[in-house]
């Protein structure tokens, strides 16, 4: 294959969210058809010792579910039919348990949705599965492998099964990539809904924080964590995000998110990047030549569709790493504690320190190839009343917030910011763990400050996907989806993969 590629970008197909529930909403197709599709596509390519291992677990009460939406003779939702994978650290009320990848958790059976599922639920979404991912989100070793969990096993990238399907939300993103459901849910604090959606060639959104409810989803940081769409396209990301934002009384952080959420398809129009002011962030563009080279045919596209681009070459995150880990550490212990404590009986570790214990006790199963050093960690961590974090969590904030991103938006009056979201997959090494490269990508920048972040697919680079990262501040959604959409159909005709 060519060094460098341009990929087709992924507009409206005959498999995309939005053409799949416009085709139920007429009735040219049934939800339960549907379904059953799903299910015997997930036989065919996930299941089994060489399959992908996206889906951790079927929800077997899908089939009848759709069958049942059928039969209800009420106003047709915007999601109405719509099979979902849903990340396994989020609780659904289907009879399955929510284990964020790990055996402790396999009693963790609430039967209840988590409100963002409730709201997918109300629009007409029905639970295919849960997907598989990183083990506690990718917080429990700093020498991890993306994708692996005791439960589900490694999630594998469908472009070159070697290679990672990054993490934490793996399974999701595999999912919609492999043509294993309409769209996913996924989570981020930092990377796992981009990561995984740039390396395996969809679209994902981590949204602002406060945006989507994190109630009844397993922790790691109150100050990072949300849930987010991975679709195949810009429309689908925006036509979920419409339902899944909303304020949560349960959730503080939302407290704003019915003021804030917005009609995110209405501005989804071809001419969306004339007139934008978009910050090259250099900085983040990694030393890879080839990706440098997709990434110069992108900015070329922005530029082709009437954006205006200004070269943004340095910025200074050394801070920044260490003071985000101070908060991590901390809010993981404090946020999983609480979880945990309220988890049904069946759930025998009621605290981080008895998950470590646990742990220690199935080691052949639970840590055959990477250990529990962030769970040490995070055990003798800063309890979120201490100076120590107080301070780091305000250094981060600052660094990443006020002095990052809305320093460099208002320095040349930009309204959004544009890097490669990461490389190209790297070999999985379930020996040394995972080895990411060369700092490129700037999506630690909007983790931290809570922004939101939108991945779309950008090309290729020696035949594995890519993506280009669009961050901008606080509650700016509607403007990234735009001219994420923009540059999406500036692209060549759609491609959707079809794996054998």
């Known amino acids: 294959m060519p060094a460098a590629s341009q990929a087709a970008s992924p507009q409206a197909g005959p498999d ?37 291992h996206a889906i951790l677990a079927l929800n077997p009460d899908a089939v009848a579910q759709a069958a049942a939406l059928a039969r209800m003779r ?11 994978v849903v990340k396994d650290n989020i609780e659904t009320r289907d009879p399955l348990p929510t284990t964020a990848g790990s055996l402790a958790l396999l009693g963790n059976v609430t039967h209840r949705d988590a409100p963002v599922i409730a ?36 999630t594998r990238n469908p472009y070159d099964r070697a290679r990672t399907a990054c993490g934490s939300s793996a399974g999701s993103a595999v999912a919609v990539a492999a043509g294993l459901a309409a769209a996913a849910i996924g989570t981020e604090t930092n990377g796992s809904v981009t990561c995984p959606a740039a390396v395996n060639g969809i679209v994902g959104l981590k949204p602002t924080v406060g945006l989507v409810s994190r109630t009844f989803v397993v922790p790691i940081s109150a100050s990072q964590d949300t849930p987010g769409p991975m679709t195949r396209t810009v429309r689908d990301a925006a036509l979920l995000l419409g339902v899944m934002a ?11 998110a ?51 681009l200004v070269e943004i070459d340095a910025f200074d995150s050394k801070r920044l790493g260490d003071a985000e880990l101070t908060v991590l550490l901390s809010e993981f212990r404090a946020g ?14 009621r605290d981080l320190a008895a998950l470590i214990a646990f742990d220690a006790q199935q080691t052949d199963r639970e840590m055959p190839s990477f250990g529990q050093d962030l769970f040490e960690s995070a055990d ?54 995972d080895r990411p490269g060369d700092g490129t990508g700037a999506g630690t920048l909007a983790a931290v400050a809570g922004y939101p972040h939108l991945s779309v697919p950008m090309g290729r680079v020696r035949g594995l996907p890519v993506g280009l990262s669009f961050i901008g501040t606080a509650w ?3 403007a990234l989806l735009a001219m994420g959409y923009a540059y999406e159909q500036a692209g060549p005709a759609a491609e959707f993969r079809a794996l054998p």
Request: no cysteine.
């Open 74 to 84: 009420r106003v047709r939702g915007p999601l109405y039919g719509l099979p979902i």
């Open 258 to 308: 019915d003021r804030h959420r917005a009609d995110y398809l209405a501005g989804l129009t071809p001419d969306a990047l004339r007139g934008r002011r978009i910050g090259v962030l250099r900085f983040a563009q990694g030393k890879n030549p080839d990706l440098r080279t997709v990434f110069d045919a992108a900015l070329a596209r922005l530029r082709a569709q009437g954006a205006t």
């Open 476 to 478: 700016s959604e509607p």
């Open 16 to 52: 995309s969210a939005t053409a799949l529930v416009a085709a139920m909403q007429a009735g040219r197709l049934a939800p339960d058809s549907l379904m059953r599709r799903y299910r015997a596509r997930i036989a065919r390519v996930d299941a089994g010792p060489d399959g992908l």
């Open 246 to 256: 909303g304020s949560d009384p349960a959730d503080p952080a939302t407290a704003q």
């Open 119 to 154: 709201r997918l639920r109300a629009a007409g979404a029905v639970v295919l599965g849960k997907g598989n991912l990183s083990e506690w989100a990718n917080f429990r070793s700093a020498h991890a492998s993306s994708g692996w969990s005791a439960v589900g096993g490694l």
């Open 336 to 349: 999983l504690n609480a979880y945990l404590a309220q988890t049904p009986p069946a759930v025998k570790a």
């Open 380 to 433: 003798k961590a800063p309890a979120l009343s201490d100076p120590a974090y107080l301070t780091a969590r305000a250094t981060a904030r600052r660094l990443a917030g006020a002095g990052g991103i809305d320093a460099m938006l208002a320095h040349d009056r930009l309204d959004a910011l544009v890097a490669p979201t990461t490389g190209p997959a790297w070999l999985t090494d379930l020996v040394l763990g």
